[in-house]
């Protein structure tokens, strides 16, 4: 997997938008960038991927940057819930027959106040 | 919406004892996994099936075994347990042609 480097922990206001930086200096052209975040105590739950283009859902924003080393997630009106482990991953193409699973690094832990 | 239920949120189990973790999804999933998680460990892999029957290992398949009868049930088997798999277990379903992995909300199991 591509490496990825985010923040250790970041804190945001209640009702701010929190942006979560992502390094991923070493990406190749044909790799996405997904993001997940868990809750504790819960699973992972997925939130978003893109390629190159930025991409929105119900959940955040992702914007790429344009030489796709760099990402933020943004999460437009953060609330108490949005508490969580938050985790950049960068996986080889989609490779459904083989057996690598998902590597989750640590992550960003972001703290919501209210 | 997908969803991956695991079968118990938490479990105490003795030393010595068999112990089951069974997982099912329902949206038809060819694929599912089954990791553990620990503190500053991050998830790793146990085993993997990308089909009825097909299993495959992970990265620490040691002490555990799967099976996987029915599409939607993939169950994680520790024949012995152990202290030291006292730890989170997850389970998770893909879907096919993205690496979207939808996972259960967690087993805390504590061997003692």
């Known amino acids: 997997d591509a490496k990825t480097t985010q923040p250790t922990s970041m804190d945001c206001a209640e009702g701010r938008a929190a942006n979560l930086p992502c390094n991923h200096s070493?990406?190749?052209?044909?790799?996405?960038v997904y993001w997940y975040r868990q809750i504790h105590s819960q699973g992972p739950q997925y939130i978003i991927h893109?390629?190159?283009n930025n991409e929105t859902n119900e959940m955040a924003s992702l914007i790429i940057t344009e030489d796709r080393k760099s990402s933020t997630l943004i999460l437009p009106h953060a609330t108490l819930r949005d508490t969580a482990v938050y985790y950049c991953?960068?996986?080889?193409?989609?490779?459904?027959?083989?057996?690598?699973?998902?590597?989750f690094g640590k992550g960003t832990h972001l703290i919501i106040q209210p | 919406d997908v969803k991956v239920t695991q079968s118990s949120r938490y479990l105490v189990k003795r030393t010595g004892e068999k112990v089951f973790l069974e997982c099912v999804q329902d949206m038809d999933h060819e694929n599912m996994f089954w990791y553990r998680q620990d503190p500053g460990l991050g998830l790793r892999l146990i085993y993997f099936s990308y089909d009825v029957k097909m299993k495959e290992k992970g990265d620490i398949p040691e002490g555990y075994s799967v099976s996987r009868e029915k599409k939607e049930r993939f169950s994680l088997i520790l024949e012995s347990a152990s202290t030291n798999q006292t730890s989170m277990y997850l389970c998770?379903?893909?879907?096919?042609?993205?690496?979207?992995?939808?996972f259960g909300a967690g087993t805390r199991l504590s061997v003692l």
């Open positions: 998770a379903s893909i879907q096919m042609g993205t690496n979207i992995q939808y």
């Open positions: 893109g390629l190159k």
């Open positions: 991953i960068v996986p080889p193409p989609y490779s459904g027959g083989g057996a690598d699973g998902l590597t």
């Open positions: 070493t990406i190749s052209g044909n790799e996405y």
